[in-house]
């Protein structure tokens, strides 16, 4: 497996505002994806995010409101702007190693007041 | 596109007993279907997977099967203990063939084992 490290693990935000999440991985990846889990759902794909190339949004989100940036191989940022309150949720980085498994960070938990 | 079902989305057991978990997908071409627990204020772990040329995996007290021809899939917990209590959830891909890795997830079913 790989260690994954979020931060910020949660935060508080205004409305308005923008966060930044950090996703940091231990060993060098080639794929990696941003996944949003509302509270008590499901897990739902935002975006792909391969190094050396535009990040590939999923249905229903877009580069303006969560801009990615993937600069090697071991790290990646996903930006949620303009926030509301619609926006609280968990969001998870994952890698995938081994060609198909999927290893998942602890997860960054915002709330958007 | 992809479509995952999985049920019950709670499930109550006793200690000991067993506790099955099942999911039906929609795209025949789905090849790559594992199972993540996912402890409160954690991320999911993968706890075990299957491909689409394997019936039956197991690893120790779980098991998962599959029916290719159905389109479902069912996560098995034999013995079952106070700490597998969590949200599992199933999940979907065409990873095998470089088509996509990207998962499609069930709901989520909440698994709560009583002493």
């Known amino acids: 497996s790989a260690v994954i490290s979020q931060k910020p693990s949660r935060d508080i935000c205004q409305r308005g505002t923008s966060l930044t999440i950090q996703c940091q991985v231990d060993?060098?990846?080639?794929?990696m994806f941003w996944y949003r889990q509302q509270p008590g759902q499901s897990l739902t794909l935002i975006a792909t995010?391969?190094?050396?190339?535009?990040?590939?949004?999923e249905s229903g989100f877009v580069i303006d409101k969560f801009p990615i940036s993937r600069p090697n191989l071991t790290f990646s940022t996903l930006t949620v702007s303009n926030m509301s309150p619609e926006d609280s949720s968990i969001y998870l980085c994952s890698v995938v190693l081994r060609t198909v498994e999927a290893f998942f960070g602890q997860g960054t938990r915002l709330t958007v007041v | 596109g992809e479509n995952v079902e999985q049920h019950p989305s709670t499930l109550s057991v006793q200690e000991g007993d067993s506790a099955v978990i099942k999911c039906t997908y929609s795209d025949s071409a789905s090849n790559y279907f594992p199972w993540y627990k996912q402890e409160l204020g954690k991320g999911p772990q993968l706890i075990i997977d299957i491909r689409s040329n394997v019936g039956e995996k197991k690893d120790q007290r779980i098991a998962v099967t599959l029916n290719k021809t159905a389109k479902h899939f069912s996560l098995h917990i034999t013995e079952t203990q106070p700490e597998d209590s969590a949200v599992y959830f199933c999940?979907?891909?065409?990873?095998?063939?470089?088509?996509?890795?990207?998962?499609?997830f069930g709901t989520g079913t909440l698994l709560a084992v009583q002493p």
């Open positions: 995010a391969n190094q050396g190339s535009e990040a590939t949004y």
């Open positions: 060993s060098q990846v080639t794929m």
């Open positions: 999940a979907a891909s065409m990873g095998y063939g470089g088509a996509t890795n990207k998962l499609i």
